[in-house]
């Protein structure tokens, strides 16, 4: 391979570092928003995580690049959600299985759930789209503790497959 | 020739999408057309493959960012490489070796949209020329200075042939783009 080939592709593969912390550093207001409300030893670490397999996905590219905008708005509902209901009075920290607790992951989830199925296309991978979801529900439902979490995990899990199957995404 | 090259919109797609399998055919397309647009745009300045080789990786570094709506491909790259040759002459003139004449800001040089504009035309230009006949398109070559003229043929002959290639160039631009 020529000289300038190699250049043209360090080149590509520059660009694609960049949309991926680009497209990462949208996982910052959120990240610093449950710091804020939580602590930075325990939301720290996951918000890391999270604009890390961003930062990959988007770098990466195809189903796993397609999967994170969907991710993104999915993970923002999942993680406003239980939010407004802590917020709220609704959800205290630490309430574990109570029915607050539960029903404010719950809804996060489905509605993480129904925005992924509904904006991630055929040619999206929607496990990662999950997993971007995940890593932001976390972000406030552990805080309300793990089943809550758990609770929020699965009702994304059931509805973003039942969302998409109902309704499929344009592309 | 670099105008027999494939259109590259669908292959810079999948390599805006991460699909690094498309890399090769998105070089091979750009490399000859960046190359020969800034070569026509600099005129033969010496400096003409530097700046080439800076536009192809400018492109490659924004590959990732190239959508349908941003158009066909080659213009597209074409318009990077023609802001990066103007890029490269205000570099120039800022270093004291270009013209520059406040008092006549015209031999500054062409203004960017104008470049760009330039380069998405000699894009357009050369879908349509693609898209003649064979015999068309090599006849509008041989008349441009591009390629040699077919040998043996008659002066008068070979202008009424191009007085014909062109006539279908303009039909075929105003089918195209009005």
Do not use: N
């Not at chain 1, 993970?75 to 917020?87: Q, S, W």
């Not at chain 1, 929607?126 to 089943?147: D, R, T, V, Y």
């Not at chain 2, 040089?109 to 064979?134: C, F, K, N, R, S």
């Amino acid at each position: 391979m020529d000289e300038l080939k190699r250049q043209a592709q360090a080149a590509y593969e520059r660009g694609r570092r960049r949309l991926g912390l680009r497209q990462a550093l949208l996982v910052l207001p959120v990240g610093a928003l449950a710091i804020w409300r939580g602590s930075a030893l325990e939301q720290g670490p996951i918000a890391l995580g999270v604009f890390l397999m961003v930062a990959a996905f988007a770098w990466r590219g195809g189903a796993l690049g397609r999967a994170v905008w969907p991710g993104l708005l999915g993970g923002t509902v999942a993680f406003g959600l239980p939010l407004l209901a802590t917020a709220g009075g609704l959800a205290p920290v630490g309430c574990g299985a109570t029915a607050g607790c539960l029903s404010a992951c719950i809804a996060g989830g489905v509605g993480a759930g129904i925005a992924i199925g509904r904006l991630a296309g055929p040619r999206s991978s929607l496990l990662a789209a999950l997993a971007i979801a995940g890593g932001l529900a976390a972000l406030s439902c552990l805080p309300l503790g793990a089943s809550a979490l758990i609770a929020a995990g699965a009702a994304a899990g059931v509805s973003a497959p039942v969302t998409r199957w109902l309704i499929p995404a344009r592309t | 020739m670099t105008l027999s090259v494939p259109d590259p919109t669908s292959d810079l797609l999948r390599l805006a999408d991460g699909d690094r399998s498309a890399f090769d055919a998105v070089y091979a397309a750009c490399q000859p057309r960046v190359l020969a647009l800034t070569r026509r745009m600099m005129a033969g300045d010496p400096e003409c493959e530097d700046v080439a080789q800076q536009a192809l990786l400018r492109v490659f570094e924004r590959a990732s960012e190239y959508q349908p709506e941003l158009g066909k491909g080659m213009p597209w790259v074409l318009g990077i490489a023609a802001w990066e040759v103007r890029s490269w002459r205000t570099r120039r003139r800022r270093r004291g070796h270009g013209p520059l004449d406040p008092e006549h800001p015209q031999s500054q040089g062409p203004t960017v949209e104008a470049t760009v504009a330039q380069a998405q035309l000699l894009a357009h230009l050369e879908g349509i020329l693609d898209g003649l006949e064979e015999a068309d398109h090599a006849t509008l070559m041989a008349a441009a200075g591009l390629a040699p003229r077919p040998e043996g043929l008659a002066p008068a002959t070979f202008r009424k042939r191009v007085q014909r290639a062109m006539t279908r160039l303009r039909l075929a631009w105003s089918d195209k783009h009005g």
